[in-house]
């Protein structure tokens, strides 16, 4: 099991700038997930998806980001313009609907914003 | 989902047993404590849950107190490896499925 797979791990870019940050759910998850973590807010949920469906968007920031997964094994999270304050850690988790109710987290994206 | 109160930091000596309370006073009767860690530059990671009784794994134990009020949860043989933040999470098992995290604790062992 190869786990929950984030990409890319760093990303460096310039304000204004597109960034999407990608993420593989584990095989057989119906649940995918994106939390970001900052110093001052700590890990936040952003959005969760359910059998490739959002479910719950009210932790997005702002139109600047947008989240889909369009098949069963990836999701993207983009954000539009970018800008400074969006700095953070972005992680992916997904889960099954069935079964122990684990959420398993990958190894996250550091993104700065220059 | 019921709101936890954690210290914010504890120290432990290399090998001694890493004691970690929670309190959750509002918790209702169909939610489960959950237990995550997140070390250094990692993604969180389960360690365990319960309901009422108290529960063991490879990892650690996690004690419930009989008013479901507060747990504990307890690393028997803290190594180095296992400083980290530890996340005291209580939500219900079914529905929704995200976790909200809080401050948590971050615990230092020392050598």
């Known amino acids: 099991d190869a786990g929950v797979i984030q990409s890319p791990r760093h990303e460096v870019t310039e304000m204004g700038q597109e960034v999407t940050l990608r993420c593989k759910p584990i095989s057989g998850h119906d649940y995918l997930f994106w939390y970001r973590q900052t110093m001052m807010r700590g890990l936040e949920l952003l959005i969760y998806f359910n059998n490739n469906v959002p479910i719950d968007d009210s932790g997005m920031p702002e139109d600047r980001f947008s989240a889909k997964m369009p098949n069963a094994s990836f999701s993207t999270l983009k954000i539009q313009p970018s800008e400074p304050r969006d700095s953070a850690v972005y992680f992916c988790?997904?889960?099954?609907?069935?079964?122990?109710?684990?959420?398993?987290f990958g190894s996250g994206t550091q993104l700065s914003v220059l | 989902d019921a709101k936890t109160t954690q210290p914010p930091s504890m120290d432990c000596a290399e090998g001694r047993a890493a004691n970690l309370p929670c309190n959750h006073s509002?918790?209702?009767?169909?939610?489960?404590v959950y237990w995550y860690r997140q070390i250094h530059s990692q993604g969180p990671q389960y360690i365990i849950h319960g309901l009422k009784n108290n529960e063991t794994n490879e990892m650690a134990s996690l004690i419930i107190t009989e008013d479901r009020k507060s747990s504990t949860l307890i690393l028997p043989h803290a190594t180095l490896r296992d400083t980290a933040v530890y996340y005291c999470?209580?939500?219900?098992?079914?529905?929704?499925?995200?976790?909200?995290f809080g401050s948590g604790t971050r615990l230092q062992v020392q050598p």
């Open positions: 988790a997904s889960t099954r609907s069935t079964g122990e109710e684990k959420l398993f």
């Open positions: 999470i209580v939500r219900v098992s079914t529905g929704r499925r995200a976790l909200t």
């Open positions: 509002t918790i209702s009767g169909n939610e489960y």
